[in-house]
């Protein structure tokens, strides 16, 4: 929408996934690259939920410079309902201030990344007899912290923060019918 020189836009996602007889995947489907995540044999039902944010606000002054404010929102949520019944909640929320500079059929645009992140994950067992005994193999539940490295959680319950920081520049120019459309970009991402 358009007010004047000022520009606002945005988009909201919300979707639930529902996954029956799911093993080894006891951790959120965001952090596909995380060597950190519980996880036990035992098949189970999972239900995960999404509710993602985007908004950005502009202002065009004449002369070609558009500076722009854009918020990006994420709020996942994963819950097992068999024993070991993981819960994963994550949160995080990014900021990009930015600039765009257009000339005739051309832009020019760059971008800061910053934001953070926390990730509470809880194991609980309905049956006391699945939580304390190493009868039940299928259901003792482990840590991957990665490169191998596996033991038998000892605890239920922990955190995770991240912060992030990154940096996008990106071009695009009208060449006759065509667009060329070209960015690149660069995040880290720093979890404790």
Do not use: C
Request: a positive charge; hydrophobic letters at 30%; charged letters at 20%.
């Amino acid at each position: 929408n358009q007010l004047g020189d000022f520009r606002i836009s945005g988009d909201f996602l919300f979707n639930k996934i529902f996954e029956d007889s799911l093993a080894f995947g006891q951790r959120n489907d965001i952090d596909r690259w995380s060597p950190f995540n519980y996880y036990a044999s035992k098949a189970g039902k999972y239900e995960r939920q999404n509710y993602k944010a985007n908004l950005t606000l502009s202002y065009n002054f004449k002369n070609g410079i558009q500076p722009f404010f854009n918020v990006n929102y994420l709020h996942h949520w994963t819950t097992g309902s068999v024993d070991p019944r993981v819960e994963s909640k994550k949160f995080e929320m990014k900021y990009n201030p930015g600039i765009i500079y257009n000339i005739k059929n051309s832009s020019l645009g760059v971008k800061a990344i910053l934001g953070n992140g926390r990730e509470n994950l809880g194991l609980d067992y309905k049956s006391d007899n699945y939580a304390s005994s190493l009868l039940y193999p299928d259901r003792i539940h482990y840590l991957n912290m990665g490169y191998g490295f596996n033991n038998i959680k000892d605890t239920l319950n922990t955190r995770k923060y991240s912060s992030i920081l990154g940096a996008e520049l990106s071009f695009n120019t009208l060449i006759g019918k065509n667009i060329l459309d070209l960015s690149t970009s660069f995040e880290r991402n720093r979890e404790n």
